[in-house]
């Protein structure tokens, strides 16, 4: 009997599966709320429901880490021999090199999944997305060139542009000292990332990333994962200070003055 109500179970997931992708694009977008220029109108608090922070490949779980399917295209990331033996010395030494365990800014496109809710503020020319993790601020300049290089910043340099219903960001200029998760892997400055964020419905977006690194991957390759829109009661940013945590961790728990 369990096996069966298992079976039957698993029916109706394909099923719903099947039916979900008979639903074209543009239907599935016809509720979408709007900007006064007609594009989606994507401001508000977005969250994934995912374990990428830990590893974006595929992981068992172990004590601190939960369980993960993954969210690489193909369950593979093309490093050089070179960089596939830096990620491996990057997941022996994490607890010390981890840049998030030294509160570094978190880059791109790890900010996205780092399991903390994010805010975007969307106006014709700009778009800024605002991070609980460490106040970490992106601005993303619309319908405008990088500015030319060498630049490093954490975060990279962003600018968008529409198509279509998809916003989509070129990202480049970026420093060597981020990594994609706990796990160790990591790009260099030559990174250079492509996000597009399609909305699904009004409380749903399509998160999909191309990463292209000639100094450490052999070719470009995706990442892809929902982001929720967070629809709590009175729904906000709050504090996340990672220089005060990780002084409580050095020194031990800190004492009511």
């Given at each position: 009997m369990i096996r069966d109500l298992m079976i039957g179970r698993c029916a109706v997931i394909v099923a719903a599966a099947v039916v979900w992708s008979l639903v074209p694009a543009s239907a599935s977008a016809q509720g979408l709320p709007r900007t006064a220029d007609g594009k989606p109108d994507l401001s508000g608090i977005w969250q994934v429901v995912n374990s990428a922070a830990f590893n974006i490949l595929p992981h068992a779980a172990e004590a601190g880490v939960p369980a993960g399917l993954g969210v690489v295209d193909g369950n593979e990331i093309p490093y050089t021999p070179a960089a596939a033996a830096k990620q491996r010395e990057n997941l022996a030494k994490r607890a010390t090199l981890d840049p998030e365990s030294r509160c570094w800014l978190p880059g791109v496109p790890r900010a996205t999944y780092l399991g903390l809710p994010f805010q975007i503020v969307q106006t014709p020319t700009q778009i800024a997305m605002l991070y609980e993790y460490a106040h970490a601020t992106r601005n993303i300049f619309m319908n405008t060139p990088h500015p030319k290089g060498p630049i490093e910043w954490w975060m990279g340099d962003s600018r968008g542009r529409w198509d279509g219903d998809t916003l989509v960001i070129d990202v480049v200029h970026?420093?060597?000292?981020?990594?994609?998760?706990?796990?160790?892997?990591?790009?260099?400055?030559?990174?250079?990332?492509?996000?597009?964020?399609?909305?699904?419905?009004?409380?749903?977006?399509?998160?999909?990333?191309?990463?292209?690194?000639?100094?450490?991957?052999?070719?470009?390759?995706?990442?892809?994962?929902?982001?929720?829109?967070?629809?709590d009661r009175n729904m906000q940013l709050l504090e996340y200070e990672c220089n005060v945590f990780d002084e409580a961790f050095r020194t031990g728990p800190f004492e009511p003055q």
């Open positions: 970026f420093t060597n000292q981020t990594w994609l998760d706990r796990s160790g892997n990591h790009h260099s400055e030559e990174l250079h990332v492509v996000e597009r964020y399609t909305p699904i419905d009004r409380d749903h977006l399509m998160y999909e990333v191309t990463l292209e690194d000639p100094q450490t991957y052999t070719r470009p390759w995706k990442m892809s994962m929902p982001l929720y829109r967070r629809v």
